[in-house]
């Protein structure tokens, strides 16, 4: 302990001793959405808590108070470098001070056991050992800015059909091997302030509650000394979550902790101690961001500033993987796109122009400006090539109503049951997610009486325009003044409010509009009385679809502009009704006709170049038809514009999967996420992703750690020595570049402990370590990288601890989990 550290436990211990026991209990339960009560006799401030994983949303969930968006966590584990991950983390404790916030709710290290996860996309990778690395790296920055973060979902939350309630039934051995570890690198290397319970059950007792995972595991054996909250609402048992190691209950102020913890003491159900303990996790955290009198800040004063949109760009570039890239019609390869004088470029695809850059649910942030891959090519291209690319849809990977967005200018107005306005506030789009005390100023949930999603639109297309509503409620919906539509929706079957939010559109009206022409539109919704609900929140919005154009009149332009370009370049990308928390996938197919598009390009034009704009796995039948393949994920804010530094050359597609990406679901390990009676049982055990594929002899599409680049990599020499591999490459191609050398083990059964190795089940190979070497071309970069320890080990249930598996490994030297290029054998007693 350093003396800070001691400091810290003073202030904390004489803090702790001037409150009473409602107090402390009071501290425990959030005081709104987002924070905890400040306690002036103790000199304690709010503790303010926010959403990540990829920028800070900030107490309100409103553009008005906009924020860097980064990419997506699959996108950030692409870049396969934890160094990285801690500067996108400062960055990210940067956006935390700007805003007020002193704890992120992230990172989110749930493993890629099934590609139909909704949340796929805000998870690192299908290994433990990668979603470790990253997720350190990412913690170390956030904390280095001296902003807390909460690692989550503490554990088995891995999908979302049911999250609140299903039980994750896992084997000892995966649990440890696989889900927990993890979380036991982060507590091990980045030390975290503070970790979330997540809302499942885990082998039959509820997170929150599991005395087991959280106070005999994460606190006993791994030392974690931070506070945990719940994932929000997951607190369902004042006893039962006290004694499974609950700190904080969130979000307030209806909370089973405060009054009915207090209650409990009281009535002789819970010790004082165990309360006492919980205020103790959360006043050292208090401690730790520099909110508790007395106590010094673990980062006192605001490090460097860091230029956000320059590091979102760099990240962007850093994440893509291309993972094909064939010679078309000359000797090189389609990428990067030569970009010579009067050569030009087809931009297809409706995310080309509409944008896809981030993930649904909590992860959702409001970023100041997003940049179009149209926006991004359209300013490269006019300094390169001095013409700028055309522009076709090809197709629409929707034909249901979205968000009301482009072409509105949408303000909500809150009246009283006179009519007389309470508060007004802008909109980002049609969409409202007022949760908590995120309303416009002026505005109470006791007073209001309807809101009016109000303003103008102004079409870009001339035709037929549909409107609609999602959510609960009264609406009336009214177009250029004329009342359309006036109806009640009532709750379906959906069991997850993110569903019923971002589910289903309903179509209420459609009208004829003129491109250009500017009309009113008008949505109000009555507010129903909220007096019994325990979180106070208001969500619906004003859907539009532009003109529903013939399928195949579409493709026909998009294949003209393909024939008349040089070269066709190709967004296709899933959809917010797609990937997002609340909710999983159904099937990895690419949404509308985007599969035919790209297949009627493809074959108008043999320069076809494929941009995948999705979070995780998608089918891509078409693979072998096009010259080029570059996965974007959500790319962020400046995705167009990394893009254009990517296609152009200017940057190097830095990505290797995360995750094993394959041919079609069926292939996929777990291709089904939906509890049977309320259990969802990891029946695959230890064979997730690449485990699964070697163990089964499946092809995927592409491997696990599989990504070109721009140049080519010689791997010259590998030795091992110890524990320790060492491995020379050289840059062989003509461009700098960054080679990412991936460490598998294999256990040879044959070797010195054969009998042993052989009778104990394994995968066949694993990722053990890897580094990330930049060289120039022709040059040779020699890397040493230590394998860990528990590398060799398997965690055995009988003597309840890891145990090392001796006997003859093979040491991989590989550029992809399917492409190992040198080997070496090891011993180990
Ligand atoms: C999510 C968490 C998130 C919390 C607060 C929950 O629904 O599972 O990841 O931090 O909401 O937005």
């Not at 913890?261 to 303990?277: F, I, K, N, T």
């Amino acid at each position: 302990m350093t003396d800070a550290d001691q400091a810290r436990e003073n202030a904390v211990e004489a803090a702790l001793g001037k409150l009473d026991l409602d107090t402390k209990a009071r501290l425990l339960a959030g005081q709104d959405m987002w924070s905890l009560p400040a306690l002036p006799e103790i000199g304690l401030q709010s503790l303010v808590m926010s959403d990540g994983p990829i920028g800070v949303r900030g107490v309100r969930w409103t553009a008005d108070d906009p924020s860097i968006a980064l990419p997506s966590p699959t996108a950030l584990a692409a870049a396969w470098d934890p160094a990285l991950a801690r500067r996108a983390g400062r960055l990210l404790a940067q956006e935390a001070r700007r805003k007020g916030v002193h704890v992120l709710l992230a990172p989110t290290v749930n493993l890629h056991r099934s590609p139909l996860g909704g949340r796929h996309f805000e998870c690192y990778s299908e290994d433990p050992y990668l979603t470790g690395a990253i997720g350190t790296g990412y913690v170390n920055g956030v904390q280095d800015g001296g902003v807390g973060t909460t690692v989550k979902h503490f554990v088995g939350n891995d999908a979302e059909t049911e999250r609140f309630t299903v039980d994750s039934v896992i084997a000892p051995r995966p649990l440890r091997e696989l889900y927990l570890a993890p979380f036991e690198a982060i507590v091990a290397n980045a030390h975290p302030w503070g970790i979330m319970t997540a809302y499942n059950q885990v082998n039959g007792t509820t997170m929150t509650e599991h005395r087991y995972l959280v106070n005999e595991v994460l606190r006993g054996e791994w030392g974690f000394d931070g506070y945990n909250v719940s994932d929000w609402m997951a607190a369902r048992a004042t006893t039962g979550d006290i004694e499974g190691g609950l700190d904080v209950a969130m979000p307030g102020p209806q909370t089973v902790y405060g009054s009915a913890l207090a209650e409990a003491v009281r009535a002789g159900e819970v010790p004082e101690s165990a309360v006492d303990a919980a205020v103790r996790n959360v006043l050292r955290l208090a401690a730790r961001v520099g909110v508790l009198e007395g106590a010094p800040a673990v980062v006192a004063e605001a490090p460097e500033a860091i230029d956000g949109q320059a590091l979102a760009r760099e990240l962007a570039a850093r994440g893509f993987v291309l993972v094909r890239n064939e010679a078309a019609l000359d000797e090189n390869p389609v990428l990067p796109l030569d970009a010579a004088a009067g050569r030009t470029v087809a931009l297809i695809g409706a995310a080309a122009r509409d944008a896809r850059v981030l993930g649904g649910g909590s992860a959702t942030v409001f970023p100041e400006r997003v940049v179009s891959p149209l926006d991004g090519l359209t300013a490269a291209l006019r300094d390169r090539s001095g013409v700028p690319p055309t522009y076709a849809l090809g197709a629409d990977p929707s034909d249901e109503l979205t968000p009301a967005g482009q072409g509105f200018e949408l303000r909500a107005v809150c009246r009283d049951a006179s009519g007389a306005v309470l508060g007004e506030g802008s909109l980002p789009s049609g969409q409202v997610q007022w949760i908590g005390e995120d309303l416009p100023a002026g505005a109470a949930y006791e007073t209001m009486a309807t809101i009016e999603v109000t303003g103008t639109f102004v079409p870009r297309e001339s035709g037929e325009h549909a409107f609609g509503t999602r959510g609960l409620g009264a609406f009336t919906l009214a177009v250029g003044g004329e009342t359309l539509w006036h109806g009640v929706q009532e709750m379906g079957d959906e069991a997850d409010p993110f569903e019923a939010f971002f589910g289903a559109p309903s179509e209420r009206a459609r009208l004829t509009l003129t491109e250009g022409e500017p009309v009113e539109v008008s949505l109000t919704y009555q507010v129903p009385d909220m007096t019994a609900m325990p979180l106070k929140a208001i969500m619906f919005s004003l859907l539009h679809l532009g003109p529903r154009r013939d399928p195949e009149e579409l493709i026909a332009e998009a294949v003209a502009a393909a024939r008349a370009a040089d070269t066709a370049v190709v967004v296709v990308a899933t959809t917010e009704r797609v990937e997002s928390e609340g909710f999983d996938r159904r099937d990895l197919t690419l949404p509308g006709r985007q599969d035919d598009l790209v297949r009627a390009v493809a074959a108008a034009n043999p320069n076809t170049v494929v941009v995948v704009n999705a979070g995780s796995p998608v089918e891509l039948p078409w693979r072998e038809e096009v010259a080029a393949v570059l996965l974007t994920w959500f790319p962020g804010q400046e995705g167009g514009a990394a893009l254009a530094d990517v296609l152009l050359g200017d940057a190097e597609p830095g990505g290797r999967l995360p995750t094993t990406w394959p041919a079609r679901l069926a292939d996929a390990p777990v291709a089904e996420v939906v509890p049977t009676e309320g259990r969802l049982e990891y029946r695959e055990g230890l064979f997730i992703g690449y485990r699964a594929y070697e163990a089964g002899s499946i092809t995927p599409a592409f491997p696990f750690g599989h990504g070109l680049g721009y140049t080519d990599w010689a791997y010259e020499s590998l030795e091992v020595t110890g524990t320790t591999a060492r491995v020379r490459v050289t840059n062989t191609g003509s461009r700098p570049g960054r080679e990412v050398v991936q460490i598998y083990l294999a256990p040879v059964v044959t070797g010195s402990d054969g009998a042993r190795s052989a009778t104990v089940e394994r995968p066949a190979s694993w990722l053990a370590a890897f580094a990330g070497v930049e060289a120039g071309p022709g040059e040779s970069v020699e890397t040493e990288i230590a394998l860990p320890a528990r590398a060799f080990e398997i965690w055995d249930e009988e003597t309840r601890g890891w145990q090392r598996i001796g006997g003859t490994y093979e040491v991989r030297a590989s550029h992809s989990h399917g492409d190992t290029r040198l080997s070496a054998t090891l011993d180990i007693p």
